[in-house]
């Protein structure tokens, strides 16, 4: 059986390997292995004497920050300093759940000192941090992939009943912490570099890849940061292709991660989302203000200082990101994924991945996305109705075990039994007439 599902993966990677950017060098080997290079030296001498020199190091760095006394100049005035107390946060943020505390400082440092990158420096922040801002930031968001990781000995299947709901919920607020961070400085910089923006893509893809990548399962942290982590991943993207357009490895690197996702519908309402908005700002430029407009629930998903040709390029791109729609209908395929076969071979009872669980929700992921792509034809037909951006982007995820003919809203029937044309593509003679 296992050689048999070795092989079905090799079939599937074949298959679904040659799309955009097929000829480039993937990046999926950096994203797998992103954050091995960020353990701590104290990672050496066992878990309780770290916790100890962690918890005195950071509780001292903590309460410079201003959060609950003024904030006062950090003591950290060199480069080796500012290096040897990374080491210490960097244990603190790998450290058990349950040290919630300490993992809260850690975190709430790391995000003080990514102000450096902002337009305005906290008095808080090292000088040499402020002196190297880049180059620090590249390390603290690689140190940032820890708060994202199970524990050693953890399983994301069986967080939740090992830790409980409580302990999951303050992780995701500090998860949530980490990349309203991310955002903002990826928003408001004005001098990230090229390098620095590849580390944060990289990271927002390790990220999403270990916490979706695995069957889903109800109300563990990835059930809960699902949403969240993939549309900054999105948005975040967006505003690159803005500053700093990512190259093609990058690309394709976001193509094959997000095929290995397909079976979250938080997936298909993100792409949904990015492909309207994105679609919304083709319209506008392409046809002219006479054209009927495809009204989105978010006008300011992109950055109003990408360029037109930017957009198309972005539009073209994001079309193309979960491979063929068409393979969302076949659980044999979805669940062809290293996270699917690992959770088939490490299970005795498994007969073959494609009969987890969660696989059930394919049927509505599929309606999902053609109603996506329905809505992006009848935008460019002229046609598009408000209710597209409710139908595609929100709704279903908040409600998983809905059964898909029972809801209650009217859906129009794609094509409409008597569609009309738009103005721009009228044949009429008047039309002819007026050029």
């Known amino acids: ?40 030296v104290l990672d050496k001498f066992g878990v309780s004497i770290g916790r100890e020199v962690t918890i005195n190091v950071v509780k001292q760095l903590a309460n410079n920050l201003g959060i609950t006394q003024a904030a006062e100049p950090s003591p950290l005035n060199t480069d080796k300093e500012v290096q040897w107390c990374m080491e210490v946060i960097c244990f603190g943020l790998s450290l058990p759940l349950t040290e919630h505390d300490i993992i809260k400082d850690c975190v709430n440092i790391y995000c003080e000192w990514l102000s450096s990158l902002l337009p305005t420096n906290k008095v808080c922040v090292p000088g040499p941090v402020c002196n190297e801002p880049n180059m620090y930031a590249r390390k603290i968001i690689g140190h940032c992939y820890h708060l994202f990781l199970p524990r050693e000995g953890e399983d994301w299947t069986f967080l939740y009943q090992d830790i409980g709901q409580d302990v999951i919920n303050r992780q995701a607020v500090l998860c949530h912490r980490v990349l309203r961070t991310l955002q903002q400085v990826a928003q408001e910089s004005k001098i990230l ?215 209650t809203s009217i859906h129009s029937p794609t094509p409409p039994p008597q569609r009309r044309l738009a103005k721009s593509f009228s044949v009429a003679p008047s039309a002819v007439s007026k050029g």
């Open 1 to 40: 059986m296992n050689l048999g599902l070795f092989n079905r993966v090799n079939f599937k990677e074949n298959t679904e390997s040659k799309g955009m950017y097929s000829e480039w060098t993937s990046l999926s080997p950096v994203v797998q292995r992103c954050g091995s290079e960020g353990y701590s």
């Open 193 to 407: 570099e090229m390098e620095t923006w590849e580390s944060l893509l990289l990271f927002l893809l390790s990220i999403n890849d270990t916490l979706l990548a695995p069957p889903s399962v109800k109300d563990d942290v990835a059930d809960q940061l699902c949403e969240r982590v993939l549309s900054v991943l999105f948005e975040v993207w967006l505003i690159a292709c803005a500053k700093c357009f990512p190259t093609p490895p990058l690309w394709k690197t976001l193509r094959e991660r997000c095929m290995n996702w397909r079976h979250r519908i938080a997936l298909i309402e993100q792409w949904n989302r990015v492909n309207l908005a994105l679609t919304a700002r083709v319209l506008a430029f392409m046809y002219g203000p006479g054209f009927p407009e495809l009204k989105i629930g978010e006008d300011d998903l992109i950055p109003a200082g990408m360029s037109n040709n930017t957009v198309v390029q972005a539009w073209y791109r994001f079309l193309n990101t979960i491979g063929n729609p068409a393979n969302l209908t076949k659980p044999e395929i979805i669940s062809q994924t290293p996270k699917f076969l690992h959770y088939a071979i490490s299970n005795e009872t498994v007969v073959d991945p494609c009969y987890h669980s969660c696989l059930q929700a394919l049927p509505l992921i599929f309606l999902k996305a053609i109603k996506g792509i329905a809505g992006q034809v009848d935008a460019f037909l002229g046609i598009a109705q408000p209710s597209w951006w409710d139908e595609v982007v929100v709704g279903c995820s908040t409600d998983k075990n809905k059964e898909i003919g029972s809801s």
